[in-house]
Nanobody
Framework: QVQLVESGGGLVQPGGSLRLSCAAS????????MGWYRQAPGKEREWVAS??????SNYADSVTGRFAMSRESENTMSLQMNNLKPEDTAVYYC????????????WGQGTQVTVSS
């Protein structure tokens, strides 16, 4: 069983920045693609960004130009979030492992990001 732990969330003002991290219990990031999702209360989980094994990345239109994800090591990845907006408020999850269709197999517990003045 692969365990993922997100960290780095918090309360920031609009226009501020946060850097999220996802740490895996195993050296899994060399084997599988990675992704970030977010979920606001009462809403479905939303795809934010993904990073393929080969290194190519893709971003949702809502975060393009503001967010950037990277592979820090074989068991750590990050999501740099700049120019945060109130609509970015959500719980952010990392998602890693073999594909199950819409998502990948392993999820972290999530970290809360709140953007408010």
């Amino acid at each position: 069983q692969v365990q993922l732990v997100e960290s780095g969330g918090g309360l920031v003002q609009p226009g501020g920045s946060l850097r999220l991290s996802c740490a895996a219990s195993q050296s899994i990031f060399r084997r599988y693609g990675m992704g970030w999702y977010r979920q606001a209360p009462g809403k479905e989980r939303e795809w934010v960004a993904s990073f393929a094994v080969g290194g190519a990345s893709n971003y949702a239109d809502s975060v393009t130009g503001r967010f950037a994800m990277s592979r820090e090591s074989e068991n750590t990845m990050s999501l740099q979030m700049n120019n945060l907006k109130p609509e970015d408020t959500a719980v952010y999850y990392c998602n890693v492992g073999p594909s199950t269709g819409s998502y990948r197999k392993y999820w972290g517990q999530g970290t809360q990001v709140t953007v408010s003045s």
